[in-house]
């Protein structure tokens, strides 16, 4: 029908096997193709990604950037990894970007503290310490 809204978004949350929609069981696993992974995600945010982009220099990684802080990596089609750089959705164990981290060991890297839960890894600000950014899988970060 013209004019008629479609439903509202449903959000998702991003977890160590890919990313759990809200209100089903079906899932959005890396490996899915990248056509169909990046038109489900859309859907669900409703909203299109405001970018994708080819990164050569992190092995012909492309990823779909969302204005809500999610990105989605995808190698040769497949989908691999995402990453949180926006407190707009929690992650897997209620991690978000901007709160404290759980008590958990830290580990010093090249980028920073970072600590694991559950296969979700989380980079910690030195200054807050608050999450600044969450990922699973293929990523696209310099060591």
């Known amino acids: 029908m013209p004019g008629a809204e479609g439903p509202a978004p449903q959000g998702l949350t991003p977890d160590a096997g890919g990313l759990q929609p809200a209100s089903t069981d079906l899932r959005i696993d890396f490996g899915r193709a990248q056509e169909g992974a990046i038109a489900t995600v859309s859907r ?12 050569a220099d992190c092995g012909d990684v492309t990823a ?25 959705l929690t992650a897997a164990g209620g991690l978000t970007v ?17 600590f694991e839960v559950g296969g ?19 990523t696209c970060f310099f060591r």
């Open 44 to 55: 669900l945010l409703g909203a299109q990604p405001t970018d994708i982009t080819t990164m």
């Open 64 to 88: 779909a950037y969302w204005a809500d802080g999610l990105t989605m990596n995808f190698v040769d089609g497949d989908f691999r990894g995402w990453v949180l750089t926006e407190p707009d």
């Open 98 to 114: 901007g709160d404290m981290p759980p008590a958990v060991q830290m580990e010093n890297t090249t980028l920073g503290q970072e």
């Open 120 to 138: 979700v890894w989380a980079l910690v600000e030195e200054t807050g310490p608050a999450i600044t950014t969450l990922w699973s899988g293929r």
